[in-house]
């Protein structure tokens, strides 16, 4: 399994935050304090579509999947698409906050007919269904969509950032490294957290190579039998 799907943040509290402000802003929807719609935009692989998955359960620890909806909106850009959401927005929920969700991912790619109707849908749902939008392209989005939200820039964070995380994954993997040897290698990659895991698993993959060739090369080879 890649270290983008083994070692994915699993709950809020596990994701690397590019700051403290953004982290207490994502955690206040965890603790109650937050209940307008989010729009989480930045550069690809920073983890929008990650926190966004994760909300739910955040928001409502008994959240059942028929209260989550999910609409990548790069291949599902129709107007008839966001009436489905409306639809589904207006049942009652399973869970015990009453509120359902709607993560409508890659936001940018709905038609211009699509937007307008989000608009409205968003206001017909308000209070009963959080809908949690994510984009690589802030500019791309409507401004009347932009005031609807609590708008969050999700950004890569620092080496520094990631360093307590990257020393438990070495860890876990059986080869420990500490802080000094860890930080070089993770510095050019700042500014994608995807890449952080990716970094870390070429490093693994590389040291697991070293060790069998060391190996291979003390085993002789044996004699064919004459
Ligand atoms: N902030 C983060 N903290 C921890 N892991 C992250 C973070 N951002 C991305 N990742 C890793 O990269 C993968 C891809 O992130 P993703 O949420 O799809 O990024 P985006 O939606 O911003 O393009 C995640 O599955 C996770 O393994
Ligand atoms: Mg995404």
Known sequence: ??????????????VVYHDDKTRNAILAYQQGL?????LLYGP?????????KLLPRAIACDVVGPDIRHLNASADRS??????????????SHNSTGIRFAILDEV??????AFDALRGVMDYLKGHCLFVLTTNYFDKIPDPIKSRCTCLPIKGASAERWLDKAVSIMKAE???RPPEVLMPLLKPREGDNREMLGVLEDVIRRIKQSDFDKVAACIVPQRPAA
């Open 34 to 38: 937050a209940d307008k719609s989010l």
């Open 108 to 113: 940018d790619g709905l038609r211009s007919d």
């Open 1 to 14: 399994m890649s270290f983008e799907n083994k070692y994915a943040p699993t709950d809020l509290e596990s």
């Open 79 to 92: 107007f008839k698409e966001i009436t489905k959401i409306k639809e589904f927005g207006r049942l009652a």
């Open 44 to 52: 690809p692989g920073t983890g929008k579509t990650t926190i966004a």
């Open 174 to 176: 059986g080869y420990p």
